[in-house]
């Protein structure tokens, strides 16, 4: 049988196989075995989560942990469609630790993944890999003896027009230094900066469609800011310098 992971790496091997039992993400609620039986690298590519370009989904896993241990999870997602999860903002630390579970008993990790505005339209893979203790941010191994790996296929689509003149959000100047403004057609409730690990690394309240955050404090680099307003959530790419 052709190799189920090509041209992408794997699959990888686990000593010791402790599953994850439920993936759901933007249509996918996969559920599958707690098995110790089950296969190291299980592949659902016929599992397909359907995202939009610059938006913001919720993915939440469940999964069995041997006992009174923690796991923790890395997600990969090929944005460019390279054949690789080597690029920047394409590993993301799932925040959240999974203490004994049975992976049945609805203990979940949730986190947000803020799709690139730039992310390349059409199917990529998404590999989601659970370690026992640590996270390894490797996607090609398995960083630890007790664990396991799943790929499944993640569909991305671009942002409609009509979506686009709706938002007529302004989020400006970019790059920016200190202070960014933000310009929206309707209230903005509240602003979310995300590193491109998918991290949150800063959250504004607000109660109005002009406003402005001060993000001097943040590292040089890319950041992904989520604008949650009363017309739905928008994402935009912006640059600290």
Sequence with gaps: MANPAAPYCGPLVFSFVE????VTFAGINNTSSAATSSAAHEFFLDKIANVTAGGTYTLSLQGYTGGNYNNKFYVFIDWNQNGNF?????????????????????KTVTQDIVIPADATIGNTRMRIKKTFST??????????????????TVNIASLAVSDVTKAQTKVYPNPVVDVLNIDA???VNSVSVYDLSGKVVSTHLLNSAKSQINLAKLAPGAYMVKIDTENGPQTVKIVKE
């Design 185 to 187: 057609a309707s209230k």
């Design 19 to 22: 599953p994850i039992t439920n």
């Design 86 to 106: 080597n690029d920047p903002g394409e590993a993301i630390l799932i925040n959240g630790t999974l203490t004994n579970s049975t992976g049945s008993d609805g």
């Design 135 to 152: 996270a390894y941010p490797d996607p090609c191994t398995n960083g630890s003896s007790f664990g396991q790996a799943e790929d499944y």
